[in-house]
């Protein structure tokens, strides 16, 4: 069976990674699964070394990070759809599997091919509204491809004038009904609400994570910042690949606390504190909670999993984006993170902070017996998730 597998075109490694543990993890054992990969020209060659097959499309759209005009959002538009047909007649899918591709309905529903959705909280939110902040976006719509990402999502901006007269708009209205959703966390933590339609159409995968290791240099760089900074605890501060939230005085907090601290956050502070923080864009996010104390991160949907796995408090920041905040908030609900609220929803955030900080260091920060709970559900949804059913629902 063929299966076309397409991730969300600008959402960098973030929506590319669950799918390619998907393969990797749940369907290459399978032999009747032939999966091909709709990916830019540099992911290709990744996937090639991995044994990967990959659609020979450099499925990329090159536009710089400034204010789009109707014009060049609408010629992106049709650039993509030309390649995921073109992907569709090269494939032949009997299954279509995607990570926020909005416009995989067009060659999804519109063929009449069944359609695999990985699908997280921010899509069928469940928090309770006295949670819920009226000036939140998603994260699509915010970060390093703001412009981009807005005009993707929303999908009345992207060029479809005379929508009523074009019958491709009803098929991009499907894009949060696919036939079959997985959902890569656990029940727990990423509730379905009371009312949510067809909930035996979901599935959980449990975190779809690489559980990566450093390089012999970066182990090598990490030993020795480490050894240097041996009597400090370690405190490990990110915002992702995508957010730009500034995290500047945090880093400046630790410093003069006599923390150690590492962080994939590029700024100035980096340089002026050679010897106390340890930067790098890219960490094996896995190992760097393992040999951290505490961490700090924007709640990103795989970020989030990575202390619960390694039973290390952490706090989550505000980024303005109700996907990751209300998982933050759940977390919170549950005793296993705390959260500091961004600037713009509470102005009393830092003294908020400082709270935390102060209860991490008494050890009250967390309810670890919570946490244990939540490391063997993650375990036994990731053991008990079987691709075959979930793609057998989406073929019946």
Same mark, same amino acid.
């Given at each position: 069976?063929?299966?076309?597998?397409?991730?969300?075109?600008?959402?960098?490694? $973030?929506?590319?990674?669950?799918?390619?543990?998907?393969?990797?993890?749940?369907?290459?054992?399978?032999?009747?699964?032939? &999966?091909?990969?709709?990916?830019? $020209?540099? #992911?290709?060659?990744?996937?090639?070394?991995?044994?990967?097959?990959?659609?020979?499309?450099?499925?990329?759209?090159?536009?710089?990070?400034?204010?789009?005009?109707? /014009? !060049?959002?609408?010629?992106?538009?049709?650039?993509?759809?030309?390649? /995921?047909?073109?992907?569709?007649?090269?494939?032949?899918? @009997?299954? #279509?599997? /995607?990570? !926020?591709?909005?416009?995989?309905?067009? #060659?999804?529903?519109? &063929?009449?091919?069944?359609?695999?959705?990985?699908?997280?909280?921010?899509?069928?939110?469940?928090?309770?509204?006295?949670?819920?902040? @009226? &000036?939140?976006?998603?994260?699509?719509?915010?970060?390093?491809?703001?412009?981009?990402?807005?005009?993707? =999502?929303? =999908?009345?901006?992207?060029?479809? $004038?005379?929508?009523?007269?074009?019958?491709?708009?009803?098929?991009?209205?499907?894009?949060?009904?696919?036939?079959?959703?997985?959902?890569?966390?656990?029940?727990t933590i990423e509730s379905l609400p009371e009312n949510v339609a067809d909930r035996d159409s979901y599935f959980y995968s449990g975190p779809l994570l690489i559980m990566d290791k450093p390089s012999k240099d970066l182990s090598s760089r990490l030993d020795e910042f480490l050894s240097n900074n041996k009597e400090k605890p370690v405190v490990f501060i990110t915002t992702g690949t995508i957010d730009r939230t500034p995290i500047e005085n945090f880093l400046k907090f630790f410093v003069d606390r006599n923390y150690a601290v590492i962080t994939t956050c590029d700024c100035k502070l980096n340089e002026v504190y050679k010897q106390e923080i340890f930067y790098n864009k890219l960490l094996p996010l896995n190992h760097i909670c393992g040999i951290s104390n505490l961490v700090i991160h924007q709640c990103g949907s795989g970020m989030y999993h990575y202390p619960i796995m390694n039973k290390v408090p952490s706090l989550t920041m505000g980024t303005l984006c109700y996907d990751r905040e209300d998982i933050a908030q759940r977390l919170q609900e549950l005793g296993v993170s705390g959260h500091i609220p961004h600037p713009d929803d509470n102005p009393n955030y830092w003294d908020i902070f400082l709270e935390m900080i102060n209860r991490f260091e008494k050890n009250t920060l967390i309810d670890f017996d919570m946490m244990n709970r939540l490391r063997l559900e993650i375990n036994e949804t990731s053991l008990n998730f079987q691709m075959e059913e979930v793609v057998q629902y989406a073929l019946a």
């Open positions: 069976m063929n299966i076309l597998t397409i991730p969300y075109v600008v959402g960098g490694l $973030s929506h590319f990674i669950p799918l390619y543990v998907l393969q990797q993890r749940y369907m290459r054992r399978n032999a009747e699964f032939k &999966n091909v990969f709709l990916v830019n $020209s540099s #992911i290709q060659k990744f996937l090639m070394m991995q044994g990967v097959q990959s659609v020979p499309i450099n499925y990329d759209y090159a536009i710089e990070d400034t204010s789009l005009s109707f /014009e !060049n959002v609408s010629n992106m538009r049709e650039c993509l759809i030309e390649m /995921e047909k073109e992907a569709y007649d090269k494939v032949k899918p @009997s299954l #279509i599997i /995607e990570d !926020n591709s909005f416009l995989s309905p067009l #060659i999804a529903e519109k &063929n009449d091919i069944p359609r695999i959705s990985i699908q997280r909280t921010g899509t069928f939110r469940s928090i309770d509204e006295r949670f819920r902040k @009226s &000036n939140h976006v998603h994260s699509i719509q915010k970060g390093h491809y703001n412009e981009k990402s807005r005009f993707i =999502l929303n =999908l009345s901006d992207v060029g479809l $004038s005379n929508i009523n007269d074009n019958p491709d708009f009803y098929f991009l209205q499907q894009y949060v009904k696919p036939k079959v959703k997985i959902i890569p966390g656990i029940p």
